[in-house]
């Protein structure tokens, strides 16, 4: 939901004339990464209207399991129920409006206002209020529910009324990809905060390329083929490009004969809940997203016994991506905190089984991300700086290598000319 | 008054229109605590027209002594005068705007311009300013003045150019109850300023209920009956609260024996300087607002030499509240920082002759409302929180233990159709 | 150029009914000094279209050398090219934005953004951008130029697609004062930035008037003659200031017949580029402003024999001002970060040759002047506080002591009368 203040000013002329003008294969002006209207435009219409994923299910394994997410000004509560079900609310007492649970995560029996003292069971039910009159109505006092579903693991809530339908299609085409890397028999094994001082856009369109791997990235690049998001043919790599499409049909073959589905599927522009897939080797020993390419983990996830099955990676519009491998996941969701201020949570999971110290150390676990999301940072923040400023105008795109980036723009901005009145 | 440039936008459509829609029973819509445009209305209108308490006459003792007061952004000097006067004024030099005193408090023969030395005296005539020209004239370059009363050493400033006159009445009114204290008899033993995340209405809000004491001050409820600031009757409680009535009638006739007035008044929504004082018993030793309820001075003040004297509460609005034992006083002043941040100053007061280390200790002194002040803190800013959410919406006030927010909010509310154009 | 949100509102009405009501001789009104409106008009108008003084050539001696100047939301690349010409530059890359050069000061080959690694040359010229399609025209990717221009080793830009033309006769009448100083001869003894919670224009005001010196600058005041900055004659000082004007004369005349132009030249109400340059006599010593009014660089600046050649104070609109001795040249650069907040950057620059520890130490170069600021600080802090009270209204300026923070107001109202539509 917009905060009840910002949405008393119609912005929808500014929005509507930008959305008009906005020139394909080009950057997005300068506005739309500065403006506190249009960052409200984007929390109501984007945030608030799209499935949104905030959370894995190992953080929230137990009946009575909570966390907390903050969407904009919104705190959405997620609990598993005592029936294992997964249900989410807003985190806002009924009565005077205080925030019911202040810490990250927990667990309760019952949802309990600290202020005074009303009483809500896990399907959000006023269940207690006292001192009040006799014709007190506690069914119509019930925590308000916001909607919630998981992928194979993948938390996403929406806070429309209406969600968008086509959750449904993106799970039956996705779960087989997941699915067998068993989400649910894992535990978180570290989580990282890390607030971007940008617009949350400029973090999702630095996801959307590798055009800056080389030049910024030397870690994530030991395991990452250089050829594998986009590159511009010429003479002299055109041989290097044709072994790389062979590297990958013949791993694609691989590791489709295991049950690992591993072809693209690309719905990023068209879907309202737009998505894309594809299982890419890994370079060197092929076997995971670390400093020595080996994985992380010991102990494999699922009933997995080879270690080199690539990496499945899932991006979602607007603000996630996840890559699966064989030893262990790691997702990342971006959350607007205002205008120009965006948290990066990156979350890492292995098998619930392995012990820390024996099979995986978590400074092994997390090194390559946590160095790329800090050099991400300072690339994000310094292009923040540089839109801020008057000299700034929408710059071309390489149609090599930032056709993603075109693709959430354009993604980003049919879904506003769809919503904004 | 309020701030130059906010003043040149007009809110007064979506004041009128939130006022008029205003539900009875309810707690306020979110615009009131979240509002920029709002906070201006509530400086303007409630902290610039109505009479507001900021200080106790011990902190200006003598001659020279003065104070300053932030209210919104205006700072406000308070200055007792050669005769022994109090005086106000706004804090600002008439040649260039610099404030003149930026101490919170201190002493001063007169009041001198840091930046050019432009003096003024006490009575806040310009008595000197080097360079002028000679047809210069001091007489219409003086300080601008503020209302100032003192209610039985209670400090009480308004910004207004007309002053609403019933301060009298209520001077009247409360006289006989605050002057057998002798407040100017008193010293300040402690002065702790807190500052609350949260709109000031929320601060007001919390003070005038206890329905949320129970379960969250352990400290405050050793020396509060439970039963003294409303209750559901029902099967259980029915003993429990007729013996709570029959022990506030035997002490209000005993100290009524004594001299003190002890009845209540209640003049919260009726009256432009509304207020509220009851003289309330205290649980176990009868004494004070302390951990083991006993006196916090053992030098009385005034001529008392009964400790058991209950405490006496003023309550008046917007923005105070008081309470008066045998043994200190402790006074609060709200005042607004900015919509979302407001200053608690507590003070405190013992006997003038009583001694640090012999007859009283600040820690035992200020123990019990520095706790409380802290818990109530944290829930006023968990109630921020859920109420910036888009989520929140108003909810029912309790009629048992909640009438004192209603008459809170109702009196603003009236106060803001009364005044805003 | 003025930030691209904030140019959509458009505050003209308001700024030109401000600048209709301005009483001459009285100091502007409040919302000059407080409006997030009037800021950006500031941007827009004063520093978006003037010449803006930002450094000295000693900053960027050599081929590559750079600086980045932060003149509101915009960042200035200033850079030294290969044929040792100075060249000014958006420090923003034509790709996605990304601020080129973080740094405040470094050397380089080409430009090289750290994003996706485009390549520009020290002529601003795109030479390298990997990835794009054939037909990307690199030259219609440049770098966007300002203008810029060096007086004597002082450098100055401009925003404005076209500058005030009247620089050249600025230059023209400067150069003689200036150029014996030979700042190209220099090098940075040191540098301090000192951020001000005030508007720019009480920084600016605060500058223009010694009115303040005698209550506030006692180490200044060391090497200032009190009559230097005007002064009420009255009997007792009549036959001081007399004896001022003498000295004043007797120096000029020693000065001019040492090739050292003196005489006063005043252009800063009347010129779009108004400036203001006078020699004047330092008091005790005659030699520099510090503590003991003597040299403090034992190494002359140029071919200077004699240390006691006064200063030479040379102050420009909007930002700047200066002090060249026969020993050290300390420049000041007024930079706005928002409507109330302000960078002042000084800058001490002593002769090439002079080694520090054995001709000079930068503790006693510096000292006045870190003191003489900090005082500043204060004041115009304070300022600020009082102006955004409700109560500040305009004061009178002394016809004696203030002429020349008029001349700064007159010439800023009236340059906005002339620029705001």
Chains 1, 2, 3 share one sequence.
């Not at 790389?244 to 068209?270: C, Q, V, Y």
């Not at 016994?305 to 603000?319: C, D, I, K």
């Amino acid at each position: 939901m917009t905060s009840p203040c910002q949405s008393l000013s119609a912005p929808g002329e500014l929005v509507r004339e930008l959305l008009a003008r906005r020139r394909p294969g080009y950057s997005l002006e300068a506005p739309f990464y500065l403006s506190e209207a249009l960052y409200q435009v984007d929390m109501e219409h984007i945030f608030g209207q799209h499935w949104i994923f905030v959370a894995v299910e190992p953080q929230i394994a137990d009946a009575g399991d909570y966390i907390t997410v903050d969407l904009g000004v919104d705190s959405i509560l997620i609990v598993r129920d005592d029936e294992m079900q997964i249900r989410a609310f807003h985190n806002v007492c009924r009565h005077r409006g205080t925030r019911l649970c202040a810490s990250r995560q927990g667990m309760v029996g019952n949802i309990v206002c600290p202020y005074h003292q009303w009483t809500y069971d896990l399907a959000g039910q006023l269940i207690h209020a006292k001192h009040m009159s006799d014709d007190f109505d506690l069914r119509s006092h019930g925590l308000k529910p916001v909607h919630v579903r998981s992928l194979s693991g993948l938390i996403f809530i929406c806070l429309a009324e209406q969600a968008p339908q086509d959750f449904e299609q993106m799970a039956a085409e996705m779960t087989p990809y997941i699915a067998p890397h068993q989400l649910s028999q894992c535990k978180v094994a570290a989580q990282v905060d890390l607030v971007e001082n940008c617009n949350w856009k400029l973090t999702m369109e630095n996801n959307r390329e590798c055009y800056h791997c080389v030049g910024n990235h030397p870690e994530l690049t030991i395991s990452l083929y250089e050829y594998g998001f986009g590159y511009k043919p010429d003479a002299l790599n055109i041989g290097r490009l044709q072994r790389f499409e062979e590297i990958l049909a013949a791993n694609h073959k691989r590791w489709e004969g295991m049950g690992l589905p591993s072809a693209e599927i690309d719905t990023l522009e068209r879907r309202v809940t737009g998505f894309r897939t594809q299982r890419l080797p890994i370079d060197r020993s092929g076997q995971s997203q670390t400093m020595s390419t080996e994985v992380a983990s010991r102990k494999l996830l699922a009933d997995f016994v080879e270690p080199a099955l690539g990496g499945l990676s899932f991006w979602t519009q607007p603000n996630s991506w996840h890559h699966f491998m064989s030893d262990h996941t790691v997702n990342f969701t971006v959350l607007p905190i205002s205008a120009t201020k965006t948290l990066v949570r990156s979350t890492w999971c292995v098998h619930k089984d392995a012990i820390e110290g024996v099979d995986y150390s978590v400074e092994n676990l997390t090194s390559v991300w946590n160095a790329t999301n800090e050099q991400d940072r300072r690339l994000v923040e310094e292009s923040q700086i540089g839109i801020a400023s008057g000299a700034y105008q929408p710059g071309p795109y390489s149609p090599f290598t930032e056709g993603l980036v075109e693709k959430f723009c354009n993604w980003y901005v049919n879904r506003l000319r769809a919503l904004v009145r």
